[in-house]
């Protein structure tokens, strides 16, 4: 190319030149509006469109002019998880600290996929993945990796109890190699979250090879079904254990699922993506024993330990099974030559190559708030669930449907003299009512068939005014709606 080809675009650099914005000031308006009812305004996705521009952009908009239509749209139609009367799903609050940590990784926008392309994000990551794995009281020889969601890490400790249960010729042969003589298969809770069916589905293993076991009366995996199902199957790739399921928190009998597990050197996988912030509390933890006896375990980040979305920890008992499943090599990068902290790679831990540093937010606020207070706000959450529950039972006109065993409760209104039909119907219009109030929310759900109210105290914010307000408005609206 001779000099008179050389390309010219603009003098400096032009993208960073035209911006030009106070970011305390643009955040402002958004920091304001995360307590703000209505915590969900109904809406029809065609008056959302309305307020968002989607006119093909001719890039001659400010950033403020973007911020302020960004934040008009949320202010008109919020789903605002921040709010301490979101009781729905497994939702995450978000923490004060949050939007500096995540301004922060950005800006420096380092790839954390291992040690050479960045060294202190990695060395963070190790840290917090340190603590989180003594938190769980796995061995110092354990290694974890952050992911971007429950469903995904779920999906990789299992690929990784098929490298232990299969050996080095899985990753060449594929699991049809495997299938001969029996069928490769599951095991899990009917009430284990439905990303154990999708990571089914995509490492080939399919759904109808899911063996599922009975729950008892609390909605935990029953061990003699288990120990039944162990018995009956001779190709079992893993059990997967919940410590906190989703609809009702339950956590599964853990020590007696470990027991049957190494007694036939089964890969345990424990699911803690909801439960796990429950660790942060001393008074909390031996509710979860049995936990440091699985081969994997996943906790997510952005549920319970109140994180911004998203990440979730894939913890590894023996990350050795992990390496052997994902470990590559190629022209252009160099992976693990030695054992060496300058060569340690994520990437051979999880599918995932390029990473985002989602250690950061957590090292930040750990360091800034410290396990006690993380843990005393987590306690506190399972005690506004307790003190809810203790509420429901003293109600004449309330039926509590599953008790806390975390911070998840379920309860349906119940007035005498209505079938169960009618109570289905009844519980659902107070739900939806609740909803369109703005103050609070709480999720949908079924538990044995019928309808209830589900309540998940995640949010460090929420108080026992927040629960005492929720339980008068179901009250009131119920009494309402039944008096009709
Ligand atoms: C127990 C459990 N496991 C896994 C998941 C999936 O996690 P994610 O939404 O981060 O993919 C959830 C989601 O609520 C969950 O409750």
């Not at 990695?122 to 469903?151: C, H, N, Y």
């Not at 669930?385 to 429901?392: F, Q």
Request: glycine share 6%; net charge negative.
């Amino acid at each position: 190319m001779t000099k008179a080809n050389r390309p010219i675009l603009a003098a400096t650099d032009e993208l960073t030149e035209a911006v030009g914005l106070d970011l305390n000031a643009a955040l402002a308006p958004l920091l304001e509006q995360r307590h703000q009812a209505p915590i969900i305004r109904p809406s029809r996705a065609v008056d959302v469109a309305k307020l968002i521009d989607q006119s093909y952009p001719r890039g001659d908009e400010s950033l403020e002019q973007l911020v302020a239509q960004i934040t008009q749209a949320t202010e008109r139609y919020p789903r605002r998880n921040t709010h301490p009367g979101f009781f729905g799903w497994v939702a995450p609050s978000g923490l004060p600290s949050d939007p500096l940590a995540h301004a922060m990784l950005t800006v420096l926008n380092e790839n954390v996929g291992g040690y050479w392309a960045s060294p202190v994000g990695t060395t963070i990551e190790k840290t917090v993945i340190r603590w989180l794995a003594d938190l769980v009281e796995f061995p110092a020889k354990s290694q974890g990796v952050f992911m971007s969601g429950g469903s995904m890490a779920n999906m990789t400790g299992i690929a990784s109890a098929c490298a232990k249960r299969f050996g080095v010729e899985y990753r060449s042969l594929g699991l049809a190699a495997f299938s001969d003589e029996s069928r490769p298969v599951i095991i899990c809770s009917q009430a284990a979250h439905f990303s154990i069916r999708r990571a089914a589905v995509m490492l080939g293993i399919g759904t109808d090879n899911i063996v599922t076991i009975d729950t008892d009366d609390e909605f935990r995996m029953r061990a003699d079904a288990l120990e039944a199902a162990l018995a009956e199957h001779d190709n079992i790739i893993c059990v997967v254990a919940s410590a906190g399921t989703t609809n009702t928190g339950a956590i599964d009998p853990l020590p007696q699922i470990a027991d049957l597990c190494s007694a036939q050197n089964v890969w345990l996988h424990v699911d803690a993506a909801y439960g796990a912030g429950g660790l942060m509390s001393a008074k909390l933890r031996p509710r979860y024993r049995g936990i440091e006896r699985a081969d994997s375990v996943v906790m997510d980040m952005h549920k319970w330990f109140y994180q911004s979305l998203a990440g979730s920890l894939l913890l590894y008992r023996e990350p050795g099974w992990a390496r052997q499943m994902f470990t590559e090599s190629s022209d252009y990068l160099r992976m693990n030559e030695d054992d060496s902290p300058e060569q340690f790679g994520f990437f051979s831990l999880s599918p995932e190559l390029s990473r985002r540093f989602r250690a950061l937010p957590f090292y930040i606020s750990m360091r800034h708030y410290g396990l006690d207070r993380m843990g005393r706000n987590a306690l506190h959450n399972v005690q506004c669930a307790e003190y809810l529950a203790e509420r429901v039972c003293v109600e004449q006109d309330m039926e509590l449907v599953t008790a806390p065993q975390l911070s998840i409760l379920c309860f349906r209104f119940r007035p005498a003299g209505l079938d169960n039909d009618a109570v289905d119907q009844l519980n659902t219009a107070i739900r939806d009512r609740i909803e369109r109030e703005g103050d609070y929310l709480i999720s949908p759900t079924q538990v044995n068939h019928r309808v209830v109210l589900r309540v998940c105290i995640i949010n460090h914010a929420t108080r026992a005014e927040h629960v005492d307000g929720l339980l008068d408005s179901i009250l009131r609206i119920g009494r309402e709606l039944a008096a009709q």
